[in-house]
T-cell receptor, first 117, second 111 residues
Framework: GAVVSQHPSWVICKSGTSVKIECRSLDFQATTMFWYRQFPKQSLMLMATSNEGSKATYEQGVEKDKFLINHASLTLSTLTVTSAHPEDSSFYIC?????????????FGPGTRLTVL | SQQGEEDPQALSIQEGENATMNCSYK?????LQWYRQNSGRGLVHLILIRSNEREKHSGRLRVTLDTSKKSSSLLITASRAADTASYFC???????????FGQGTILTVHP
C-alpha cells in the first residue's frame, strides 16, 4: 500500500521557538495532503488542507500565521509551528491520497509528537 | 468540527469474543471509513464503505452503513489481544479527501 512518512517522529522544544514537521508521500504523488492534530485520548481534528503549488486552506479556528504550511512538491508538505507555546503540544498527523476521487483511501503518516516546554 | 459520535467510548472484552462499535454522523456523506490507531501511533485504514453500500466485509471485519439513520457499525469477530487499539470512524463528504473523525472507541481485548 501507499506509504506516508513524517519527520521528526517526536520533538521537544522551548517556548517561543519554531518547529518544522515534514510529511512525505514515499511511493506516490499527492497534490493534496491534510494536517491533523490530536490531543491525548481525543480524536483527530483537521487543521488544514495542503495544496501543491498554492496556499493551504485552513479550518475554522486554526491560525494560519501560527501554523504555516508549505506544499512545495508533489511528495512533500511541511507544517511549521511558529513561536510554539505549551498549548501547542500535541500529536500532529498528516495524510495523503494518491487518487483523485473523494472516495479514495487516505494514507496517514505515523505522526509527530510535539512537546513545548 | 467533529460530526461523528462513537459508542461505546471504551469496550473491554475477552479474546475470542466479538466486538461491535457504532458510529453516528450528522450530515450527508460520500463515504465512511474506519481506522485503527495503536497508542501513540499513526492511523491504519481498515475499511471504506460508500454511501450507496450497506455492508462490507474484510477478513474478520464487517461494516454496515445505514444512511437513513446516519449510522455505521464495525464488527470485529473472534477478537485477538493484538486488536487492542483505538478505532475511529471518519466520514468523507464532497470536499475532496477531507475526513471528519468520530471520537473513537478504545478497545481492550484481554488474553
Amino acid at each position: 500500500g501507499a506509504v506516508v512518512s513524517q519527520h521528526p517522529s517526536w520533538v521537544i522544544c522551548k517556548s517561543g521557538t519554531s518547529v518544522k514537521i515534514e510529511c512525505r508521500s514515499l511511493d506516490f504523488q499527492a497534490t493534496t495532503m491534510f494536517w491533523y492534530r490530536q490531543f491525548p485520548k481525543q480524536s483527530l481534528m483537521l487543521m488544514a488542507t495542503s495544496n501543491e503549488g498554492s496556499k493551504a486552506t485552513y479550518e475554522q479556528g486554526v491560525e494560519k500565521d501560527k501554523f504555516l504550511i508549505n506544499h512545495a512538491s508533489l511528495t512533500l508538505s511541511t507544517l511549521t509551528v511558529t513561536s510554539a507555546h505549551p498549548e501547542d503540544s500535541s500529536f500532529y498527523i498528516c495524510s495523503a491520497n494518491p487518487g483523485t476521487r473523494s472516495t479514495d483511501t487516505q494514507y496517514f503518516g505515523p505522526g509527530t509528537r510535539l512537546t513545548v516546554l | 468540527s467533529q460530526q461523528g459520535e462513537e459508542d461505546p467510548q471504551a469496550l473491554s472484552i475477552q479474546e475470542g469474543e466479538n466486538a461491535t462499535m457504532n458510529c453516528s454522523y450528522k450530515t450527508s456523506i460520500n463515504n465512511l471509513q474506519w481506522y485503527r490507531q495503536n497508542s501513540g501511533r499513526g492511523l491504519v485504514h481498515l475499511i471504506l464503505i460508500r454511501s450507496n453500500e450497506r455492508e462490507k466485509h474484510s477478513g474478520r471485519l464487517r461494516v454496515t452503513l445505514d444512511t437513513s439513520k446516519k449510522s455505521s457499525s464495525l464488527l470485529i469477530t473472534a477478537s485477538r489481544a493484538a486488536d487492542t487499539a483505538s478505532y475511529f470512524c471518519a466520514t468523507g463528504g464532497t470536499s475532496y479527501g477531507k475526513l471528519t473523525f468520530g471520537q473513537g472507541t478504545i478497545l481492550t481485548v484481554h488474553p
